[in-house]
């Protein structure tokens, strides 16, 4: 799955470290972040979309794991936290690139 993503057209590395490996694809695309093998709730993939309905802005989130519940659970909390960082940066991408059209 995670080369499917990465050989995507605009599949930029945003973050690579000892735990997590992700990409972005294009600006406003989806967000992919697998595990490394030293994180506990390796090995899992998280894919994150910005989804905007009505106005309103929301991430959807799709997840796969082989490993165990606990570790992949706690995982999935710390994206939990990032998520309204993600929101707040895709709204200013927007509100930024609204600005620039004539």
Known sequence: MWRAYSSQP????????SQYQCIAIGK????????????PAHPSIVIRT???DKG??????E???????PA????????NELTSHLG??????????????P
Not at 72 to 79: A, D, G
């Open 63 to 69: 997840a796969d794991t082989a490993a165990n519940c």
């Open 28 to 39: 406003t695309g989806p967000v992919v972040c697998r595990t490394q093998p030293s994180n």
């Open 10 to 17: 605009g599949a930029t590395a945003i973050r690579s470290a």
């Open 56 to 61: 309103e802005l929301f991430v959807r989130t």
């Open 72 to 79: 992949f659970l706690n995982m999935m909390q710390q994206y």
């Open 88 to 101: 707040d940066q895709i709204v200013q991408d927007k509100l930024r690139d609204a600005s620039r059209r």
């Open 50 to 52: 910005p989804v905007e």
